[in-house]
């Protein structure tokens, strides 16, 4: 996000949901032997081929998710994120070099909306490093508007184990959604739910960009058996409680993804199309709103109008998309205008320059700023929020 912009995301009551045109799937993973010139470095991928073609040594597991998402949308945009701490010498330690590549990451401003995953998580035995990462793949994730899909441990056996795991992990806005269980799949790999329900997400985007992406309209391909299987009514309801999302067989339409909740404190950002359409939201208006930055003082209020037209055409678009609910475009969000005036006291010397405070040879003058925010209400399928767009129009007037 451009220095001089501000989104400031808030909930503020209730009402129905949206998802966002999420259109990309980023897989953060420790390679080995990688060539340095893709360390660090977002690298697309077309296919498991193109991925050992580029990442020689790659982890198993990742390269087995590659497969299964490519297989379940063969149009997947998908970018390996190899991530690499140049002071860790030892290219096994996972914890070290995800956290780092995430913290790269997140002093990047040049960032498309995306998913991520990281398919290595998982295998880590040890519940603090597994901790960690989720820290610090959800830091960058909420600096970003980027949603991660995360699963449980390869480990976790049990419902008491993945709702023990899931109070380590916390997400205010729900830039994170927890997955139960593993996939076998027809080759007998083992594979985490969350790629593969990332990319049933993208994929649900292309012909319902506003739907959950979850239920029996996308079965997954590729499916063997399942690792962890809930089929009790009971261990399903208590583990949607904890906002833990599963996988379900059913009758006629196979394996599906059975849940879309993230892991929202704040319950207006619950679901998992809610958060997305809040961040492309807030990405258009971000995107849109650039170009008015360093604009001359408004006196005669063209700025300030233009910066209104700008909102309203963006906002408008996302209704004609179906991202927000509402009979008519006023019905759907509005804009609010929050005066904040401010006084500053200077002078003019005698060349005419303004000084910083007053002298005894210039002439002391009063300038009024009149700093106008943008406040957007909007009323996204599920709930309504208040996109607060941190950018001033200013009034510069001596008196």
């Known amino acids: ?77 998908v970018l390996i994120y190899a991530c690499n701490d140049t002071a860790e ?42 901790t960690a990462v989720y820290s610090a793949i959800q830091s960058f994730c909420e600096v970003s508007d980027w949603l991660f899909f995360v699963n449980t441990a390869n480990v976790t056996a049990t419902k008491t184990e993945a709702i023990a795991e899931r109070q380590l992990y916390t997400s205010a806005k729900g830039h994170s959604s927890l997955f139960y269980g593993l996939i076998t799949t027809n080759d007998d790999k083992t594979v985490p739910v969350a790629p593969v329900a990332a990319a049933i997400a993208l994929k649900r985007a292309q012909s319902e960009a506003f739907a959950q992406p979850a239920g029996a309209s996308y079965p997954i391909l590729g499916v063997k058996d399942l690792v962890n299987y809930v089929n009790n009514e009971t261990d399903y309801n208590d583990l949607k409680a904890q906002q833990i999302n599963v996988l379900q067989k059913i009758a006629r339409f196979g394996t599906c993804i059975w849940g879309a909740q993230t892991l929202a404190t704040d319950t207006k950002f619950q679901l998992i199309n809610t958060r997305a359409a809040v961040s492309v939201t807030s990405s258009r208006l971000t995107l849109a709103l650039t170009p008015i930055l360093f604009q001359a003082s408004d006196p005669q209020g063209r700025t300030n109008r233009e910066v209104d037209r700008i909102i309203i055409s963006q906002m408008t678009d996302l209704w004609l998309e179906g991202g927000l609910s509402g009979d008519t475009p006023e ?37 009024s700023v009149r700093r106008v925010r943008k406040q957007v209400y909007a009323r996204f399928v599920e709930h309504v929020e208040m996109i607060e767009v941190g950018l001033f129009i200013v009034d510069t007037l001596p008196t």
């Open 1 to 77: 996000m451009p220095i001089g912009i501000t989104i400031t995301e808030k909930s503020i009551s209730t009402t129905a949901s949206a998802t966002g045109r999420i259109n990309r799937l980023i897989f953060l993973v420790t390679p080995s032997g990688a060539d340095a010139a893709l360390l660090n470095q977002l690298q697309a991928v077309t296919s498991a081929t193109d991925l050992k073609l580029k990442y020689p040594s790659v982890a198993e597991v990742v390269e087995d998710a590659i497969k299964l998402v490519f297989l379940n949308f063969a149009q997947a945009n």
């Open 89 to 130: 010498a030892d290219a096994t330690a996972v914890q070290t070099h995800i956290t780092k590549g995430a913290e790269l990451l997140a002093k990047r401003t040049d960032l498309e909306l995306a998913y991520v995953v990281c398919p290595e998580m998982g295998a880590l035995a040890d519940q603090a490093e597994r």
């Open 331 to 367: 019905d759907a969000f509005r804009i609010v205008d929050v005066i904040v005036p401010e006084t500053n006291t200077g002078a003019i010397d005698t060349t005419g320059a303004d000084t910083a405070a007053p002298t005894t040879t210039g002439t002391t003058v009063t300038r």
